[in-house]
Nanobody, 119 residues
Framework: VQLQASGGGLVQPGGSLRLSCAGS????????MGWYRQAPGKQRELVAV???????NYADSVKDRFTISGDNAKNTVYLQMNSLKPEDTAVYYC??????????????WGQGTQVTVSS
């Protein structure tokens, strides 16, 4: 079971990016998927989470700018990031709380994807 993240890059302030994270392997169910980020010299922080019940939660710093959504059939979560600011620059990590085919509940991290907001 693994998570594959994609979609990072360099964007100017005010621009947009869309991140994707797909789970693959022997996944029975996903309780929640989300995005965290870590800027240089700072702790990793929650950005947004999407649950199997389609509820969402956002960090205050990204509310009204970022939107998280999911496709349960594809075990995929998306993060649409609009009105990006330089302070959004960080490595973004996908995270999933899931149950695998051995009925073991696991929390997985995907590889990070760099988001840089700069003019």
């Amino acid at each position: 079971v693994q998570l594959q993240a994609s979609g990072g890059g360099l964007v100017q302030p005010g621009g947009s990016l869309r991140l994707s994270c797909a789970g693959s392997g022997n996944i029975v169910s996903i309780n929640a998927m989300g995005w965290y980020r870590q800027a240089p010299g700072k702790q990793r922080e929650l950005v947004a989470v999407f649950t199997s019940g389609s509820s969402t939660n956002y960090a205050d710093s990204v509310k009204d700018r970022f939107t998280i959504s999911g496709d349960n059939a594809k075990n995929t979560v998306y993060l649409q990031m609009n009105s990006l600011k330089p302070e959004d620059t960080a490595v973004y990590y996908c995270n999933a709380d899931l149950v695998d085919s051995y009925r073991i509940r696991r929390r997985l991290w995907g590889q990070g994807t760099q988001v840089t907001v700069s003019s």
